[in-house]
């Protein structure tokens, strides 16, 4: 017997639906579990079985990885066994409105008594097909939270405090503190005034993110920010300088520490790449693949390519070959789905520019097998393509937004296409708006690939 996950998808209210299939449901347990699956940066394992004549069902928590201390999770969670004679008769219990509490890993939410096994098993019923049971959970992500205490009263000569690590999609994270302030603000002569708090990304690698987060000291202060962590020294770190008086922190400090936490309220991995198109030969030499080997231990390739010699098209591939083989494949999900999409920036006449979206072609967002390819048309002519590529790019815009959080950025998008060079001076930090080359960039779900839902289970 298993329970098996068998889809995933993004709801209107941009919650997460997965859907598990409990199969040999008349020979079942008391407890059955499913592999690991990926939702909003953090790892899930669900729970089922049958106890004094009633299907049970419980989702536990394994945290973002492996650093899980003084971190809780709050997520809204529905469960649905489904009726697959008439989903009117589905059971429905719990309500994704409603805030649960994960307060450490490997803790477990759910019900014990979802439904009686006699009503399941009588027969023309409409739950059981083959001896299966579908069982569907829905998921939606209210906040991440980190909280440690920090020391305020410094000895002479030491400047600087910094929390334990927390982990989110796999990397590792800390809040580092100048209770004194930021040395950087010397100049400005309020050291000492100013206690200064800041969120750092450890050991940041080609994967960036994007963070809506909130720094607060209870009954202090809290501060909500925006910021995009990435590889470069100054973006590894960010915080607010300026925080909360000095003296005001130190009143609230007990033995000579205060709490200090931060909430992530929103979290979007993805990758800003780009092709290099100065040895492009259009329509049949597009260049070489791009490896993206730190994500969730799924190791994808991205290739530009012509279609059928009229339009310039993008293929996403997962566990693209040898050299960067899944070696954990067989411990993830049966099957990993990623809704991704393209931009495409044209700096000769933005109007040109586009966005193509994978959950716009039936097919694109799925992979069932290992080196199965999905190929998504950006609907570019490449005839407007070639005139541009001959120029030598210093930089190109791929935006690889590989996404394992389901918040949709269809709006986003739209946003992003009619503020262009804005918009990406807004996601690098770099003003492109003088330039007159053609970017190819990425970008989809929430966080050029954005990656908005990779279930990686």
């Known amino acids: 017997m298993a329970l098996r996950l068998h889809q995933t998808r993004i709801l209107d209210d941009e919650s997460h639906g997965f859907t598990f299939i409990l199969e040999e449901f008349l020979d079942v347990g008391e407890s059955v579990f499913s592999k690991p699956f990926f939702f909003s940066g953090h790892r ?11 299907l049970g069902v419980y989702l536990r928590w394994l945290g973002g990885g492996d650093f899980t201390q003084k971190t809780k999770c709050k997520i809204g969670i529905m469960v649905d066994v489904l009726n697959n004679r008439d989903p009117a008769n589905s059971i429905h219990v719990g309500d994704i409105e409603e805030v649960d509490e994960f307060p450490r890993s490997s803790f477990g939410i759910g019900w014990s008594k979802v439904m009686p096994v006699e009503d399941i098993e009588k027969p023309n019923s409409g739950f059981l097909d083959d001896d299966c049971l579908l069982i569907e959970v829905k998921c939606k992500i209210i906040h991440t939270e980190f909280e440690d ?6 000895t002479p000569g030491t400047d600087i405090t910094t929390s334990s690590k927390f982990s989110l999609f796999g990397t590792e994270w800390s809040l580092v503190m100048y209770p004194r302030g930021d040395r950087r603000d010397e100049s400005k002569g309020s050291k000492h005034e100013y206690c200064s708090i800041y969120l750092k990304q450890e050991n940041p690698s080609t994967l960036r993110f994007k963070v809506v987060y909130t720094i607060f000291i209870r009954q202090g202060k809290e501060v909500t920010l925006t910021h995009n962590f990435h590889e470069a020294k100054s973006s590894a770190v960010f915080g607010v300088e300026k925080f909360m008086r000095t003296r005001d922190v130190k009143s609230l400090a007990k033995g000579g520490t205060v709490p200090v936490g931060v909430r992530i309220n929103l979290i979007e991995p993805y990758f800003y790449l780009g092709f290099d198109t100065k040895e492009w030969s259009p329509p049949h030499n597009l260049g070489s693949s791009i490896v993206l080997s730190d994500y969730t231990k799924s190791p994808l390739a991205f290739k530009a390519e012509s279609l059928g010699e009229k339009r310039l098209g993008f293929k996403l591939q997962f566990d693209p070959g040898p050299e960067c083989y899944h070696t954990e494949l067989d411990e993830s999900a049966y ?11 044209c700096y000769l006449d933005h ?3 586009v966005a193509a979206h994978s959950w716009d072609n039936p097919g694109s967002s799925a992979f069932c097998y290992s080196r199965d390819e999905m190929v998504i048309n950006s609907h570019l002519l490449l005839s407007e393509v070639a005139a541009e590529v001959a120029a030598p790019l210093a930089k190109t815009g791929e935006i690889v937004i590989i996404n394992d959080d389901g918040n949709s950025v269809s709006g986003e998008l739209s946003k992003l296409l009619g503020q262009l060079p804005p918009a990406v001076q807004a996601l690098t930090g770099t003003d492109l708006s003088g330039g007159s080359f053609l970017y190819p960039a990425t970008g989809k779900l929430k966080a050029g690939i954005k990656r908005v839902r990779d279930n990686n289970s």
């Open 335 to 345: 099957y990993v789905k990623i809704v991704w999409s393209v931009m495409v920036f």
């Open 44 to 54: 899930w394992r669900l729970q089922s079985g049958i106890k004094g004549g009633q």
């Open 351 to 353: 109007e040109k520019s």
């Open 149 to 154: 205490k920090m020391v305020v009263n410094l």
